[in-house]
């Protein structure tokens, strides 16, 4: 046997098949034509002088492209295609593979069957992808039971905040000294399981388990330029290596008071979650910048790089979503992002990203500063006043962070009994709201939706309403939105306190939106709730303010003088000239408005509220300043019906005004008449 | 016969092959068997009172191990583009696939599929994702190859889309 035939011989054995092209798609075999390729393409090709190959295979078809291209190239080496399958005429799959080579100058095409090798190179590839494929599954499923843990835990703690409610009321009673034991093993045993929640998760939800938004003290809250320096400093030398400039913003001074809610480590792992996320998209030889900015109730921080952007398609909602993952260079398991929004929300901040102008991306959160005022004893400091703070997380402070326990007596007497209507639609908080605002010596009719509570207030007046935004029917955000509805006939405004489990800033704007003065958080403390209703206590019909975003979530009584010490930098001298000149000029600007709504003169109108608006406004007073922007607010629509009714509010308001400033003339006048020589000097 | 070249194009484990042995076969597999490189089917469809030979090219899955060569789809008359419903990622992963082929081929007829749609527990496209798919453009037909939800469907859609432009 000729050495060409036996090397025919052994290639075919081998499963190649050897082909010279002969131009105009006509191939000749060379050697042998192996067995696989007549159960391929048919035993009669073997007989043929010449076969049309890609008449015989649209894969060969699509191929021939390629190597005739390689073919009248100068191109030294080979074409080679990927494998492809084809089935024979008994429907098996045979595996193949070609190249395109030159060879003493003819044009070759090799196919190879890869029977043989098949098999196992598909074992590789299914175990590899196997193991992606459970390795997705496996996140999916660690995630899952985060979120049930979270859920779990929620749930267990919800019937907490009612027992701890419970308890205080007994606490209260002068109960026999037996019962007063039992009541106080109640509340040490209710905190001890809220510890062993706590417990719980720490010990299972791992970096997911976002703790309750703890306000802290500004003594103990974390400082945010601070995590944001030591952050800097610890992924400075990755980004060396990736060569991206990584730098505090130069304009940051470290120096002031950047203490704000949360604590540390989490805000140390948002910084560091966002910069790994610029370190993926920045590109080399750019830079990325961490700063923060002062927004006076909160801080924002941000990490801003210098890559393509955010896609076009990206929104906030999909960036920061769960398993959310870039397309380009995404990261690990898509929970960077996601672990930023839910730390972030769950201490009542906010976060987002958009494009920078001059390109690149801006990722920033906001976060609450930390409150400065010791904490009130017996109070959530979680819903402390000066911002009310998420208490929606799952569990409630541990044992350490508890207030003590009520002593008998411990709340007193409301300065005035306030009719107040309850919409609540679980019973258990139905009945404690009701019983705690009872104790304290307000007036309570409770109802269960915002149907009832609006049908309630068609019947009587009252002077606060502690509207449950979630209740099945008519929620606390439709009533509320109906009964602005309903006011705009009358001009007069209902005091709305909303209650809530909600604290995002999305959720803080839909109560605004529809109109409601305030909010409590869930789990309510005592103490916060009184303040926040008796704070708005001033008469529950006022005058309608007339910006949706005049509403505040807390706001504190109106202190004329200390507002006016405030807005006169403390000088008495001219705050007395200024209320002697208010109330000199006063009855005329009062008298100007009445005209203006008598003759229905929107010009006027607007003209005259405007200037009273301004001149009270130097006193606080935001009842006058609403009845009066409200006119104000009339006359530049050129509508002016209702008006009267807005007047009234404004004329028992400014009443109420010049007796506190009267009051305060008085005060100061006595005052120097006791110290007339200290005057002199 | 009028024959058109169909890709069918996404992740690995998205339902491609089984999508093409239903439609082809009208049978289903449990069982998984990843595709490397290329299969080349056909089948006789009917639309607009024609018959369309539709050669189905079912093409591996991307990942790491393998990307798809933009040369598989020379001469390609339209594509299914297909998602597993219940991996949000493999709808990314597809559109982006989908944006590199209209980049470098131009816009070819598709139709978007996402597949096992029967896993209704741990089905992860929500419904505002689907309605910004429509209306980006896309008609989106949720699939299964394991019941045979509209299967014959997507592919009689993506030959009237064909033989329409």
């Known amino acids: 046997m000729a050495a060409n035939s036996i090397f025919e011989s052994y290639l075919a054995d081998q499963g190649y098949a050897l082909f010279e092209y002969l131009g105009g798609g006509e191939f000749r075999a060379l050697g042998s034509y192996p067995d696989w390729c007549k159960t391929v393409w048919g035993a009669e090709n073997a007989r043929q002088k010449t076969l049309r190959l890609a008449e015989l295979s649209p894969f060969l078809e699509n191929f021939l492209v390629d190597a005739e291209g390689f073919w009248n190239s100068k191109r030294k080496g080979a074409a080679n295609s990927p494998v492809w399958i084809e089935h024979d005429f008994a429907n098996h799959e045979t595996p193949l593979e070609a190249w395109a080579v030159r060879l003493e100058g003819k044009k070759i095409l090799i196919v190879r069957n890869l029977s043989s090798s098949y098999a196992e190179r598909q074992q590789l590839f299914q175990t590899a992808r196997d193991s992606l494929l459970e390795h997705e599954q496996l996140l999916h499923e660690i995630q899952k039971k985060e979120i049930l843990l979270h859920c779990i835990i929620h749930d267990l703690s919800q019937p907490l905040n009612a027992m701890r409610g419970c308890f205080n009321l007994l606490s209260m009673e002068k109960l026999p000294g037996g019962q007063q034991r039992m009541i106080e093993t109640g509340q040490r045993e209710s905190q001890r399981q809220e510890q062993m929640i706590r417990g719980i998760l720490e010990a299972f939800s791992g970096e997911l388990a976002v703790q309750q938004g703890s306000a802290g003290t500004a003594a103990e809250a974390p400082d945010l330029a601070a995590c944001a320096q030591r952050v800097v400093e610890q992924f400075a030398p990755a980004f060396v290596e990736k060569g991206i400039r990584l730098r505090l913003d130069p304009r940051l001074d470290v120096a002031r008071d950047w203490k704000v809610v949360g604590d540390a480590p989490r805000l140390e792992r948002i910084f560091g979650n966002l910069l790994e996320n610029a370190m993926r998209y920045t590109p080399k030889g750019s830079a990325v910048t961490v700063g923060i900015e002062d927004k006076v109730h909160c801080l924002l921080a941000f990490v801003d790089d210098e890559g393509p952007g955010l896609p076009k398609d990206a929104s906030s909602d999909r960036l920061f979503a769960l398993f959310a993952k870039g397309k380009d260079r995404p990261g690990k398991a898509g929970l960077g992002l996601y672990f930023c929004k839910i730390t972030v929300e769950r201490w009542g901040g906010s976060i987002g990203a958009e494009n920078r102008p001059g390109g690149g991306s801006h990722f920033w959160f906001k976060i609450p500063r930390a409150m400065k005022t010791t904490p009130i004893r017996g109070a959530d400091k979680r819903s402390a006043p000066q911002k009310p703070s998420p208490s929606a997380a799952p569990v409630a402070p541990s044992v350490k962070d508890q207030p003590a326990p009520l002593a008998p007596g411990h709340l007193g007497k409301a300065p005035r009994r306030l009719q107040i209507l309850v919409a609540e639609d679980t019973d258990v908080n139905r009945e404690l709201v009701t019983e705690l605002l009872q104790k304290r010596g307000h007036s309570v009719f409770a109802v269960e939706d915002g149907h009832a509570a609006i049908a309630a207030l068609s019947k009587k007046r009252f002077d606060v309403v502690l509207m449950d935004e979630q209740m099945p029917g008519m929620d606390g955000l439709e009533a509320t939105r109906n009964i602005r509805r309903m006011e705009r006939a009358s001009g007069n405004h209902q005091i709305i306190i909303g209650v809530t489990g909600n604290v995002s800033e999305e959720d803080e704007k839909h109560r605004i939106e529809a109109g409601m003065d305030g909010y409590v958080t869930k789990p309510f403390d005592m103490q916060v709730l009184f303040q926040i209703i008796e704070s708005h206590s001033h008469g529950g019909q006022q005058a309608a303010p007339a910006k949706a975003d005049s509403a505040v979530s807390v706001a504190p009584p109106v202190d004329v003088a200390a507002h006016l010490a405030r807005s006169t930098g403390g000088n008495e001298k001219l705050a007395q000239s200024l209320v002697k000149s208010f109330l000199a000029d006063a009855p005329k600007k009062i008298s100007d408005i009445r005209r203006a709504v008598a003759q229905k003169d929107p010009a006027k109108l607007a003209t005259a509220a405007h200037a009273f608006k301004g001149a009270a406004a130097i006193f606080g007073a935001p009842q006058v300043v609403a009845a009066a922007r409200n006119l104000e607010a009339m006359g530049k629509a050129g509508n002016p019906d209702g008006a009267e009714k807005v007047f009234q509010t404004l004329e028992t308001e400014f009443a109420r005004l010049k007796t506190e400033l009267l009051a305060l003339r008085r005060k100061a006048d006595a005052g120097a008449a006791a110290s007339p020589r200290k005057r002199k000097k | ?165």
């Open chain 2, 1 to 165: 016969m009028l024959q058109k070249k169909v890709c069918m194009l996404g992740s690995f484990s998205v339902g491609k092959t089984s999508l093409v042995r239903r439609f082809v076969e009208s049978i289903f597999s449990e069982q998984y068997h990843t595709t490397i490189g290329v299969k080349v089917d056909k089948k006789v469809a009917r639309a607009e009172g024609q018959d369309v030979t539709l050669v189905l090219w079912d093409i591996h899955g991307e990942d790491a191990f393998q990307k798809v060569q933009i040369s598989y789809l020379r001469g390609m008359s339209g594509y299914l583009l297909v998602a597993d419903g219940t991996r949000r990622q493999t709808l990314e992963d597809a559109l982006a696939l989908s944006t590199r082929i209209t980049e470098t081929m131009g816009k070819i007829p598709a139709v978007l599929v996402l597949n096992k749609c029967d896993l209704t527990a741990q089905w992860e496209i929500e419904p505002d994702r689907e309605a910004r798919l429509a209306a980006d453009g896309w008609k989106a037909f949720r699939s299964s190859a394991k019941t045979g939800e509209s299967v014959e469907q997507v592919f009689s859609q993506l030959t009237l889309a064909m033989l329409r432009k």
